[in-house]
Structure formats: C-alpha cells, structure tokens
C-alpha cells in the first residue's frame, strides 16, 4: 500500500489524540466510582462470574429473549466482536509497512469470516434502524433516540467505509487483499471496475475510505465515553461483576458503622446522595443502555404511576454526571422538581412545544407526552438539585412494589430494586418522610410484632381446635410452619393456614407452630426502608428458631419464605426453608396425600405468580403440578406467568399504601379475566387479599373467584 495513503506518523498522531481524549473522560468516570462511599467486594465465586459472562455477555442470554430486537443486536454484537480483528489488522498493516496478515496461515478463512459478518452487521443494524424509526416500540419512551440513531449510522458508516477500502484493493488487483475470500467485498469491487486497475483515482478513493473508516473509529471511541453506548465496554464488567448473592436477598446495612462513623460523609443510611451509593452502583447506571426492557414489564409504570425504572436509572446517572463529573451531563431527563403546592412538576421542550418550556403535571403519565419530549426534558430549576425530592421523586420511590420485574428484564443486570430501597430507607431512618399508612404499619410490627396492629396474643387463634402442637411442647418436630402475620390475623389469610395444617396433618407430617413466639419477619419494615427494625426483627426471630433448634421451615407467605431463605443468614440463621406449595407439591408426588376424584372441582383455573417466591426464588413449577393434578381443574397460563408474572401490587410494603387509579391489583385481575378462567390461585396472602379486593371492587364475584392452592387441595384431599 502507497506510504502517502498508510502514513504511520498520522495514524499515530490521529490514534494519541483519540486516546488521551478518551482516557480522560473514562479516568473522570473511574473518579466518579471512585467517589462512591458504599464499600461493595464483587470478587467471590469467579467461576460463577465467568459462567455469567459467558450467558450474558458473549451468548446474548437475556437479549434473545425478545426475538426481533435480540437477533438485531446480537447480530451487531458478534459482528463487532469479529470485525474488531479487521479494524486491528487495518491499523498494524498501516503501522507496519509491507507486512499483511495474508501472510500468515488461516488469514483466508479470517478474512471470509470478516466479511461475513459485515454483511450481518449491516442487516442488524437496517433491522435496528427499521426498529427505531418506523416500529419505534413504546418502551423507547424517554430514550435518547436521536442518540441512538447516531450511533446506528456511525457504526454503518465506519463499517462501509471499511469494506469499500478492502473493495478499491481488490479493484485495483491488490494481491494482499485476499478478493477470492471475501465475496461481499469482491461484489463491491465491481462499483469501481470502470476507473481501471492501479489507476489514480482507485488509490484516492481508497485512501479516502481508509482515513474515513479510521477517523470515524476513533472518534467513535472518543463518543462512546459521552453517551449511552458507554455499555459497550461497561457491560463486560456490569455482567462479571453482578450481585452473587441470592437474588432475593437485600443488602444488610452494618448499622453499627453508620452509628459509630467518625466521618460525617458516612453518618446516613441508604443513600440520600448520589456518592451514598457503591462504586458497582454507579457502574449500573453507566451501562444503562435505555433499552426500556424494565420499564416495559414494570407494574407501576404501566399503571400510570410516576416511576419508571428506566427513567429511575437514568436520572440517576444524569445526576452523578451533573454532580460528580463537573456538570456534564449529556442530556437531562431529571426534570422532577416540586412545585410550590408541593404537587410536582415536570418541563418538557420539543416538537410539540417549539421554542417554549411547557409546565406539565409530575405524575408522569407517558401517553400524553410524545417521546421526543421526554428526551429533550430539561432542568427547571437552576443551582444543585438534591438526589431526593429533586431529581427522583419521594413519589417515585414509593410507588416500586419491588417485584423485580425490571431487574429480570434487563439485559445487563442493572440492578434497580436495591437502589430504590437505599433511597428509601434514606427516606425512612435520616429524614422520617414515609407515606402515613406506611408508618403506621411500621409502628405496628415495632409495637405488636404484626403490620395489621392487633394484639399479638390473638396470633395463634387461627389454630384453636385443629388440633396444631407448639414448637414449646413439641421440641422434636422435624418442620417447624411459619405462619406469617397475614394468615395468622387476616380472616380471609386463614384459609391459608388451616387448609396447610389439614394437608399437613393428613399427610402425617411431623410439624409445630411457635405460636405468640413468632413474630413478624421484619420484611414490610425492610421493604419499606426501616433497616433498623427490619434487623431487630431479625436478630429476635432468629434467636427464638435457634432456641428451639429450628431447621426446617414451611412458609406460606412468600415474604417470609424469602427473608428465612435468603436474608436470615446475614444474622445466622440458616434454614432449609420450604414454601407450602413445594411442601404440597412433593406430598402429592410422594403419595403421602392423594386426591378424591369425586371431588372433582370442573374449573378451569389461572395460577397467579407471587413475585417472592416465582421471580425471587424460581418456584414456577410446584404451584402449577398442583393444580395439574387436582381432579377436574383444567389450567390456563396468563399472557404474563412466571418469570414475566405480573405483580398484583402489594410487595414492597406497598399492601400497606393507598394507591392512585388505576391499581396494579386491577390489572391484574383483568389479565386474569382475559383468559377463560374461572377461577384463579394464588399462593401468598397479600396476592389473595389483592384479587381479592380487584374481584370485589370490579363486581365480578359472578364471574371469577380466588383462592389460595392449599385450599383447592384442601377441598379435594381424600379422606383417610
Ligand atoms: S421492582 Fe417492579 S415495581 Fe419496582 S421498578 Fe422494578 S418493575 Fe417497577
Ligand atoms: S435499566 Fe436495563 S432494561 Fe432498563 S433501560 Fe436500562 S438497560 Fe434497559
């Protein structure tokens, strides 16, 4: 190749000011991490973290699932990966005068492959930009779509240019440019045939597109740093360095620290600050790739209410960017401020309101503001806005039921629950600002061991005269049944627990109750963000199973089954926790219970997915094996089970809130009635209470009718 064309000397000079340019804003992002006061170790279980590369990362595993937009991206991915061997091999062949990879043994099949994927690539990214302008799916809501289309183009254009460089060598009769092996390139040759082997113009033009090509690869990696493309580098690590712990475990705050920190900066719990939150916090919010996967599956979202767990992270982001990296931000949807009355408000600019800002009511309904709106929101208000009540909204926070859908959507593992519980318990424990019915609940658990505020010695009524022993008086027991406050209290909850204590005892297993010495298990406190009684609970209960040599525990509240499982143990309690409907599920495989087929129930029935204990803990199967197996029922699935379950409201201590129209509960029942179903089942108590009351607020008693899978067991169980 001509020296004048391949200068080394610019390349180089090109290449310095390409790096210097974005070492320093990836050192400002390192900074930004760096000034992240919550300590996080994410270095345990490497093979785990591998495995997690492996699925995520270079398999695509969570992107494939949504067929059209995975394909297209892992078509742009796997062909950048192969393509990054041609961009490197463009570079040393220019560095290195007179040395071509044609040289070396396998450069043919390495040059077909290259090619290959280039024509993939351009149909991912056709397929992309197909996606983005004319399908343009509801969950781009409050994207940067202009920044999308950017990139899109970008990536095209220094592709192109790249492949016309290999086609005016292979024009030109260039031996090194490998033509037999690279068709699509071959086919490109043809374009310029006409201007005649080895002329002038031939090598012009592939200068041009070699500098081009070269010029636009180095740019892009200057952008990259300042946009949200920043996930191409940042999702390798956001995957290897994910949360290893059980997914359902919070993280456990060392209250002790926090009392006795010497620094001020670390007297507050959660996160109240953008810098209160850790270093992989932070790395969450670079690697957003404003997909609007999470928004699109999110209960409250899709109920009009103010969150979005899109817009959650990014705002967040744009506020780190605004307050840790000297104001940059590269573009602003923190628009939350509060207006005088309180009430919020949001501004917008766009297409539909040019040249003006426009004041629009904060609860953030998205179907009446157009897309372009949301993405060009600004600052209303000048000066540092706070983290909370500024820039994310109290309201925002409070409406999460922390079901965990957005964070089982994402296809880079952000993790949107365990910051919108930091905020909160912010929230709760420096500043006291809850909603009312929520500290309501809160003083109950403190004052009665229950959220519901009855007296703690009715805690055992629920079993008088079914014949249920106490752990007290029965040390042996090889089960201990952990009640929970809603089926101990709860009228309607019961049926729950005596429907288990019937299969149960008919089963002949051998099981006690703790009666007035069980207590809450802390999670509504923790979910609402009272760390503090969240772990006094904790430390009480744990203390009281260890009393009585506790290890095996039946839980028919999901809550319960997923504190016991995987939060207990950061207080030393380990269990073999079992939930009522594997309890029932193995009874049922095993024998030790059967089914009256003259009891047949003729329903056809819809199993609703507790979030605890489905997306949590991956308990699909047990539940459904159950109903399959139950005389008569004929079982349908929602257009929303199992990991994509829709949450019937009440998680996150959300049982304990009022909610706006429309309610998530209410959705729900309608998806329900959507199928044939006549009956549902549910298998916690808060997801009873809450069909319950979408059933009954609705009217449609007549129609469809709820119960727990223990009681249709229950009801069809063989008498001995
Ligand atoms: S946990 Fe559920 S309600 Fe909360 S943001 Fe995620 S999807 Fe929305
Ligand atoms: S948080 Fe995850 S799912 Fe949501 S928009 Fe960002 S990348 Fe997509």
Redesign the pocket.
Known sequence: MPTAILSPIALVALASVSLATTGRRWWQLLGMMRRSRLPERRLDDLPGRLRAFFVYVLAQGRLLRWPYAGILHALIFWGFVVLLTAIVQGIVEALWQGFHFNQLPGSGALAFLQDTFFFLVICGIAMALFNRLVINPARFRGSHRGDAILILVWIGGLLTCMELNYATRIAEGAPEAVGQWRPVAAALSSIFRPLGTSSEALIVLHGIFFWVHLTLVFGFLVYLGYSKHLHIVTAVFNVFFKNQRPKGALRTVDLEAVMNAEDEADQHFGAGAIEHFSWKDMLDLYTCTECGR?QT?????NTGKV???KT?ITDLRDHAYENLAGGFAATTHAAHPVGEDGEPVMWVTGDRHPGTLQELPGHFQPSWIAPDDVSTAVQANDGERPLLGGTILEDTLW?????????D?CPVLID??PK?LDMRRHLVLDESRLPRQAETALRNIESVANPYGLSHQSRADWAQDLGVQFAADKPDAEYLYWVGCAASFDERARTISTALVKILQAAGVDFAILGTEEKCSGDPARRIGNEYLFQERAKENVEVLRRHNVRKIIASCPHCFNTFANEYRDFGGEYEVIHHTQMIDTLLKSGRITLDDTKAQRETITYHDS?YIGRWNDIFAPPRDILERIPGLRVVEMARSKSEGM?CGA??GRMWMEEGQPRVNHRRVQQALDTDATKVATACPFCLAMFDEGISAKQLGERIAVDDVAVYVARALKES
């Open positions: 999470c599956h999110c209960p409250a979202y969150l979005s767990p959650l409406a999460c039921t922390t079901c965990g859908a957005c964070m959507q949107h629950v919108i979030c949450c998680g996150g």
